[in-house]
């Protein structure tokens, strides 16, 4: 997926798609507004015939728009306006990432970044929109032998800023949604593996890939020998009802400065848990590989 930042004026775009909201109850959001004003006021027709009431998880796609040089508008409903907080704002997100994949535009202008969300600033909702995207595109079919490919796919989101001096901090915002979205991605493709995939020693593969790939990043893998060597019987203890052998990953992130504190993040990972097993329904069995997630 590419992620573009741009300025412009939501009248003047040729895109296949043009995203815009509408708060409940039938008001147009400011870039919607001036979309309307230059179309001769064909949204506020549609609103109040009822076509749309603005509340959350509403939208309507539409075509041949007059005067509107984009192929399809779509409206996302976005609720009362003094309402949008954190929570409502990702759930926009996630709506308008859903219901873009349902239609055949390959790519669209997204103008929900002027919606106002209570101390969160523009940077914030464009990481927003990339997570939710990317989101929406996860599938893991990494074991399947026929994969189902999307009938065309979406390929290009275009966000908007106001002006030319918030391109540069907009790019940067893409960035850090687009990596923090890659790392999830990998989270979720390890614990969808099955438990004779993922190890404990394929785990601490993936690690030593990461550092591989990134010099700001540095691993230690403990075998048993050496857990044993530091006393950590209780987490030997454990694997011991297994024919894997334990690892213990350290991964170290240095990016700070020397006088910085450290931040420690201690994570569960059991790559498979038969704890308690009598005790557990059989239909939930599989989901004991998420026990590996704390990691």
């Known amino acids: 997926m590419e992620f573009v930042v741009k300025s412009g004026n939501p009248e003047k775009q040729r895109t296949a798609c043009l995203v815009l909201g509408v708060y409940e109850s039938r008001r147009l959001t400011p870039a919607a507004e001036q979309f309307d004003v230059a179309c001769g006021g064909y949204l506020g027709n549609l609103l109040r015939r009822g076509d749309l009431e603005g509340k959350p998880g509403q939208s309507l796609l539409l075509f041949n728009v007059p005067d509107a040089p984009c192929e399809r508008v779509l409206l996302i ?23 873009l994949n349902e239609t055949s535009a390959t790519e669209a202008s997204v103008y929900l970044t002027d919606l106002p969300v209570k101390g969160r600033d523009l940077d914030w909702k464009i990481r927003q929109i990339v997570e939710a995207v990317e989101e929406s595109r996860y599938r893991f079919d990494q074991l399947k032998s026929k994969k189902d490919a999307p009938r065309r796919p979406l390929r290009k ?47 601490a593969e993936q690690a030593q890939a990461l550092a591989r790939e990134f010099p700001s990043l540095r691993v230690e893998v403990l075998e048993e020998a050496d857990m044993e060597k530091l006393g950590m019987g209780a987490l030997l203890a454990v694997t011991r009802g297994s024919v894997q052998p334990a ?49």
């Open 247 to 295: 690892k213990l990953i350290r991964l170290d992130y240095r990016q700070g400065s020397a006088t910085q504190k450290p931040y420690v993040l201690v994570g569960k990972g059991v790559t498979f848990d038969t704890g308690g097993i009598s005790l557990k329904p059989g239909e939930g069995m599989d989901e004991m590989k998420y026990d590996m997630c704390g990691a």
């Open 157 to 203: 989101i275009i966000l908007s800023v106001p002006g030319r001096r918030e391109l540069s901090s907009g790019e940067r915002a893409v960035r850090e949604g687009a990596a923090i979205a890659a790392g999830v991605a990998l989270v979720k493709d390890l614990g969808n593996l099955p438990p004779n995939i993922c190890t404990p020693a394929y785990l």
């Open 77 to 99: 409903g976005c609720g009362r306006e003094r309402e949008i907080d954190d929570r409502r704002f990702r759930k926009i997100a996630a709506h308008l990432a859903a219901t």
